[in-house]
C-alpha cells in the first residue's frame, strides 16, 4: 500500500494568515492526489483534484500543488469558516488517506 | 451531476452482518470503480474497498476476509456486506464515486450521505 503522511497533524493560524499542508507519499503517485475539508459531523468536501485543480464552487482562496510524491495544499488568507481537518488522498492504486491536518482558527 | 446516496441498518450486535448499499444516478455507472470508506469516531479515513460495473474487485488487506462489495447494474447499485462485525467497525460509512466532466476528464470523487453503523451488544 502506498502511505500518505501529511504534516503538520495540527496547526492554529489567525485570519488571514497563508496556511501550508503538505502530504508525502511513499512511492511516485504522478498528480493522482486529492484534498479534502472535512467539519465535525459533515461528510468529507472536495477542495482539489488530481493534485491541482480547484473544485467547482471552493473558493480560490485554496490551491494545491506537486507531483510525484510531495504535495502542498495553501489557504492564502484563511478565514473563520476554513477551521477542520483536512485530508490527502491518492488514487494512484488502491487509495489510501493522510492522517489529517486540524486546522483552528487563533 | 453524480449523486450517491446510500441504505442500511445503523445499529448491529457482535457477529452480525454489516449491509450497506449505494445507488449512483446522474452520470455513467459503467467504466468506473465505486468505493467505500469508513470513519471510526475521532479517527481519519479508511478505505474498505471498490467495485467496477464488472465486477472486479480490490479490498482493504486488513478487512478483506470479512467483506464483500457487489455491484447491480440494473439498478446502478453496489453494496457492502462485513462479516462478524465488532465494536471496533462502529464508525460512519461512506460509498465515493468518480466525477467526469463535459469532456470526460476526471473532476474528483462525490460521497454519499454516510451511515453511521453502530455496533453494540
Known amino acids: 500500500d502506498i502511505q500518505m503522511t501529511q504534516s503538520p497533524s495540527s496547526l492554529s493560524a489567525s485570519v488571514g494568515d497563508r496556511v501550508t499542508i503538505t502530504c508525502r507519499a511513499s512511492?511516485?503517485?504522478?498528480?493522482?492526489l486529492n484534498w479534502y475539508q472535512q467539519k465535525p459531523g459533515k461528510v468529507p468536501k472536495l477542495l482539489i483534484y488530481a493534485a491541482s485543480n480547484l473544485q467547482t464552487g471552493v473558493p480560490a482562496r485554496f490551491s494545491g500543488s506537486g507531483s510525484g510524491t510531495d504535495f502542498t495544499l495553501t489557504i492564502s488568507g484563511l478565514q473563520p469558516e476554513d477551521f477542520g481537518t483536512y485530508y490527502c488522498q491518492q488514487t494512484y492504486s488502491t487509495w489510501t488517506f493522510g492522517q489529517g491536518t486540524k486546522v483552528e482558527i487563533k | 451531476q453524480v449523486h450517491l446516496q446510500q441504505w442500511g441498518a445503523g445499529l448491529l450486535k457482535p457477529s452480525e452482518t454489516l449491509s450497506l448499499t449505494c445507488a449512483v444516478s446522474?452520470?455513467?455507472?459503467?467504466?468506473?470503480?465505486w468505493n467505500w470508506i469508513r470513519q471510526s469516531p475521532g479517527k481519519g479515513l479508511e478505505w474498505i474497498g471498490d467495485?467496477?460495473?464488472?465486477?472486479?474487485?480490490n479490498y482493504n488487506a486488513s478487512l478483506k476476509s470479512r467483506v464483500t462489495i457487489s455491484v447491480d447494474t440494473s439498478k446502478n447499485q453496489f453494496s457492502l456486506k462485513l462479516k462478524s462485525v465488532t465494536a471496533a467497525d462502529t464508525a460512519v460509512y461512506y460509498c465515493v464515486g468518480p466525477m467526469y466532466d463535459s469532456s470526460g476528464s476526471y473532476s474528483g470523487d462525490t460521497w454519499g450521505q454516510g451511515t453511521l453503523v453502530s455496533v453494540s451488544s
Open positions: 467495485i467496477n460495473d464488472s465486477g472486479m474487485t
Open positions: 446522474g452520470g455513467s455507472f459503467s467504466g468506473h470503480y
Open positions: 512511492q511516485s503517485i504522478d498528480t493522482y
